[in-house]
């Protein structure tokens, strides 16, 4: 399955037809998005019934994530309804949450399946911007509060009234708890780089200091569920924790906060517990830790899209390779000596021309893609002829 290709959801909806009852109650499903980052806002593994032909990115990982917790968030409430009716009813729900009228969602939204539209709106939240270039240079590209999307379409499918005012009284809270769970903390550098991530995630409430009052906590007490409270206390253990240490002031807010949410203290434990593992295990892998300069960033993040576009398009690439022999042999000749400028010239212009054939290298053929070339050739040899590649090892 390839979430970033069209037919992905009819695909997930064919693979998932023989684990209707994966999870037996929604505290089950909500341990396993746990346990992949999908509640923590950082993606780093997929539900295993799911197997894809090439590593993912983070971004298609939490598309997988959304569309199954919603999935089966569904199932527990409609037992015998199948795939398609699960899709008319998240299409629906989202136009309910008015999140169609947010970008510029309803220009793109006319394809005539369900499944069609809906993969353009679990893209338009997924992403925190749609600009291509500003994700280029900002490694965290990825909505971190996506878990409340879930939450609202829970309280969807009980009752289909206030919605939208369900939705800002979650960010509300959430957001205020990532707040005073940080004004609680040794100030560290990685502060800042968390804050802006959720702030960048908030979508149903404005972005301005004038939300930080500290009502939050008279609304934790009369307002949400169990399955709600447990969202807010894990979302503050995530961030006391992502300096992978708890001093007494910040564990005196976190059970603090567990108290409010009328939370016994063994949960509070367990959830620190939980994502103290999830960051022994994890912490490389997360990129709102990493320091990176904005060069790093910027050749790091054109490495990963160009690497997932090798991958993508490798048998079209391969194809194209094979019929320009002259192109083949500078490539392979530019892994071990400098080329002049006119075998630069020619490689730059034969490459644009195979781009060309292939759509999803557009890329390539935008104002300064020509920068990606280096980068392109670097990762190209596996595409290359083995009469090309004197050094190969099968």
């Known amino acids: 399955m390839n979430p970033s290709s069209s037919g992905w959801i009819e695909k997930f909806g064919h693979l998932v037809k023989d684990y209707h009852g994966l999870y037996d109650n929604f505290d089950e499903l909500y341990q396993h998005l746990k346990s992949t980052g999908f509640i923590y806002g950082i ?4 539900p295993e019934f799911i197997h894809p032909e090439h590593p993912l990115s983070e ?24 795939f398609n009716q699960f899709l008319d009813q998240i299409f629906e729900f989202y136009n309910q949450l ?91 550098k990685n502060d800042k780089k968390l804050a802006q991530l959720f702030e960048s995630s908030l979508t149903f409430i404005d972005q301005s200091e004038d ?6 906590r008279d609304k934790l007490k009369t307002n949400f569920s169990l399955c709600e409270y447990h969202y807010f206390l894990d979302v503050a253990c995530l961030t006391v924790w992502e300096d992978q240490s708890l001093d007494y002031k910040e564990s005196e807010f976190i059970f603090s906060l567990g108290n409010d949410l009328g939370l016994p203290s063994e949960t509070i434990l367990n959830s620190i517990e939980n994502v103290a593992h999830f960051f022994e295990e994890n912490s490389e892998k997360m990129p709102h830790l990493k320091n990176n300069n904005l060069a790093v960033q910027f050749y790091d993040s054109m490495s990963k899209i160009v690497n997932k ?11 194209e390779l094979s019929e320009s022999k002259e192109l083949v042999a500078l490539l392979s000749k530019s892994a071990t000596k400098e080329l002049t400028e006119e075998e630069k010239k020619k490689v730059q212009n034969q490459l644009l021309d195979i781009f060309k054939s292939i759509p999803s290298l557009a890329i390539f053929i935008l104002p300064g893609g020509a920068v990606l070339l280096p980068i392109f050739i ?17």
């Open 98 to 188: 008015g999140v169609n009228k947010i970008s510029l969602l309803h220009k793109i939204l006319n394809g005539k399946k369900t499944s069609s539209q809906l993969e353009k709106l679990i893209d338009s939240r997924i992403y925190i911007d749609d600009n291509v270039i500003s994700k280029t240079f900002n490694s965290i590209i990825t909505n971190s509060l996506l878990f409340i999307d879930v939450l609202t379409f829970k309280k969807y499918l009980d009752s289909k009234t206030d919605l939208k005012k369900y939705a800002e009284e979650l960010e509300y809270v959430t957001i205020n708890c990532i707040h005073y769970t940080l004004k609680s903390k040794r100030k560290n």
């Open 211 to 216: 939300r930080f009052d500290g009502s939050y």
């Open 59 to 82: 971004d298609e990982k939490a598309k997988i994530n959304l569309l199954t917790a919603l999935y089966f968030t569904y199932r527990q409430k409609e037992k015998e309804a199948d």
């Open 43 to 46: 993606n780093i593994k997929i």
């Open 309 to 319: 576009l090798i991958l993508r398009n490798s048998k079209r690439l391969s194809k």
């Open 378 to 394: 670097k990762l190209i040899p596996k595409l290359l002829p083995s009469a090309f590649d004197e050094n190969r090892v099968e």
